[in-house]
């Protein structure tokens, strides 16, 4: 059965970290390349990052030198690290598994003060 199940949002201040997760299974994950998305209140979902089968990786420019997207195979993760969050990052953040367009619940992130 495929499953994405992303983990780690929560309410963090202006300036603050979070480390997002999207555990995998049910399909051939290092055959993946997986990006994140998010979905802030009142707009359209939003690419953020992207991580390839080989390790490339592919940022917008809103989180470009902010936001570490990684991966670890032998586990079967996808990690976000967001650094220096803004109140324009807030929103339901995806995982999305590119070979099968697969999707996660998403994962609430709050940045406020």
């Known amino acids: 059965q495929v499953q994405l199940v992303e983990s780690g949002g929560g309410w963090v201040q202006p300036g603050g970290s979070l480390r997002l997760s999207c555990a995998a299974s049910?399909?051939?994950?290092?055959?993946?390349?997986f990006r994140w998305y998010r979905q802030p209140p009142g707009k359209e979902r939003e690419w953020v990052a992207t991580?390839?089968?080989?390790?490339?990786?592919n940022y917008a420019d809103a989180v470009k030198g902010r936001f570490t997207i990684s991966r670890d195979n032998e586990k079967r993760m996808v990690t976000l690290q967001m650094d220096n969050l803004k109140i324009e990052d807030t929103g339901v953040y995806y995982c999305?598994?590119?070979?099968?367009?697969?999707w996660g619940q998403g994962t609430q992130v709050a940045v406020s003060s």
């Open positions: 999305n598994a590119m070979l099968i367009n697969s």
């Open positions: 991580i390839f089968t080989g390790g490339p990786t």
């Open positions: 049910g399909f051939p994950f290092s055959s993946s390349a």
